[in-house]
């Protein structure tokens, strides 16, 4: 298994503004990926963070507004750049072993943005 | 794509009565299936998975029994507490992606 300790775990920030989301693993894994989630939803993925390289983005997510980096196997971070109110939700970061493995998740970071 | 449906909910219960929720699922593969726990304020926690077809996955009187024919992974537990009350995620893994369900909101009242 593995513990995942993600940072800030909730802000109020003003629309226009950039959060950078921090997200540390206690041991290496092959996956880490970022996902949002509105209240009372279900998970969408916003993208996996590759170590050393750019990320791999879902649909309806890009690089501008949301980058990420993941300069090795255990940390990574998500920022939510030029903020509106839109994007006032949870944001969780994942983490897996293998592909095909189970997912283990950080406790969320809840962001209003107003 | 593979896709997983569950059992939107929200489901009220008392304590001590018997719970499923529903979860089926489109794979053209062969996934792992796997239930989360959120509880308020919380990330998902794992509470059971199983890899092959007739797996049986258990956890904190938990269980779910993974069903090829019917392409079926329902939760179920005997005895429900105050303390089960969370929204409670149906996903599947065919290697690569992990997709999830809507999530089933389970209230149990003493």
């Known amino acids: 298994s593995a513990v995942i300790s993600q940072k800030p775990s909730r802000d109020i920030c003003q629309r226009g503004t950039s959060l950078t989301i921090q997200c540390q693993v206690d041991?290496?894994?092959?996956?880490m990926f970022w996902y949002r989630q509105q209240p009372g939803q279900s998970l969408t993925l916003i993208a996996t963070?590759?170590?050393?390289?750019?990320?791999?983005?879902e649909s309806g997510f890009v690089i501008d507004k949301f980058p990420i980096s993941r300069p090795n196997l255990t940390f990574s971070t998500l920022t939510v750049s030029n903020m509106s109110p839109e994007d006032s939700s949870i944001y969780l970061c994942?983490?897996?072993?293998?592909?095909?493995?189970?997912?283990?998740f950080g406790q969320g970071t809840r962001l209003t943005v107003v | 794509g593979d896709s997983v449906t569950q059992m939107e909910g929200p489901v009220t219960l008392s304590e001590e009565a018997f719970l499923t929720i529903n979860c089926t699922y489109t794979a053209t593969g062969y996934p792992s299936l796997f239930w989360y726990v959120q509880y308020p304020g919380e990330g998902l926690q794992l509470l059971l998975k199983a890899t092959k077809a007739d797996d049986k996955g258990s956890n904190k009187g938990f269980e779910a029994t993974y069903r090829k024919e019917t392409t079926s992974f329902h939760l179920e537990k005997g005895s429900v507490q105050v303390s089960d009350s969370a929204v409670y995620f149906c996903?599947?893994?065919?290697?690569?992606?992990?997709?999830f369900g809507a999530g089933t909101r389970l209230t149990v009242k003493p």
């Open positions: 996903a599947l893994s065919d290697y690569y992606d992990m997709r």
């Open positions: 963070a590759n170590q050393g390289s750019e990320a791999t983005y």
């Open positions: 994942s983490a897996r072993g293998w592909a095909g493995t189970e997912a283990f």
């Open positions: 041991s290496q894994v092959t996956m």
